[in-house]
């Protein structure tokens, strides 16, 4: 049957407010499921089931799949649609809220996911602070929003590229068409590989030194050195100790030197 078939069958109308655009090509949940280098030692958590064409897919390679959904309508259509499979768990519960500590069995754990991109965000700062350690996540993001992740210095350059790539070695995995979905959307997908810097995670406190960025970015059009008067008084000597120009603007400035500078006032 297809994604719309069950649907219909289930009588399930779909929300824009859950993000629901659901694969409709199993060939793309296979070939994710392949690059994301799945085997039976792992344990997958997936982020939002919908009606479950990718966990099916993540169960055929996967020791266990533990499988997040929202959306409670969806329940009776998973039940027979992945009733063939034991090693799957199905969670109804909002991700945001779910407590991860309470995931066992992660001897080798990963996240494989088309997630709901309204909660992009806040997943990738969930799995980060909360989650039992993990080899990497292989997530499904809005071609935009994963652009701005992997941005360099310059006019795509944000708060969220600065945490992403702090936090995560990226890497693409592949892109996605948004003609595979249903119903389709505006934009096409990408699905990228994070895995953990666990370096960085020690070493720089994920709330604070996103907090020090933000200030850093709170007024794009501003110089550097007026965003950072809010929280230090003489902003010219840090940026002279750091070897930066007093005119430049937070988008052209690097991440290691935002390290460096974060380093040097933590210091
Ligand atoms: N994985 C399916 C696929 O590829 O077809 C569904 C993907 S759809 C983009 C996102 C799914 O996440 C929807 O089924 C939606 O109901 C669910 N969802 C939305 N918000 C959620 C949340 N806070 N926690 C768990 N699931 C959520």
Redesign the pocket.
Known sequence: MT?SEWLKKYNIKL?KS??????TVRSI?EEIVTKSLVTFEDTVI??????????EELAKRAKNVIS????ER?KPLLIEKLKNYDNIELIF????KADLSQIRDYKKLKYV???????SSPILEKILKESPNFDYAVL?FQKEFGGRMIAQAGKAYSPLSIFVQTYYDVDKIMDVSKTN?VPIPKVDSVVLKLTPNHKNLEELDPDKFMKFIHQCFSNRRKTLKNNLKSIISNPETLLKEIGLNELVRPEVVPIETYIKMYKRLEG
């Open positions: 994604t929300k859950l993000g629901q655009n659901f694969l949940a997936e982020i939002g089931s919908g009606i479950g064409i990718l966990t997040f959904e929202i959306d969806l519960k909002d991700f945001l996911a088309n997630i709901p991109y309204y909660i499904m979905f």
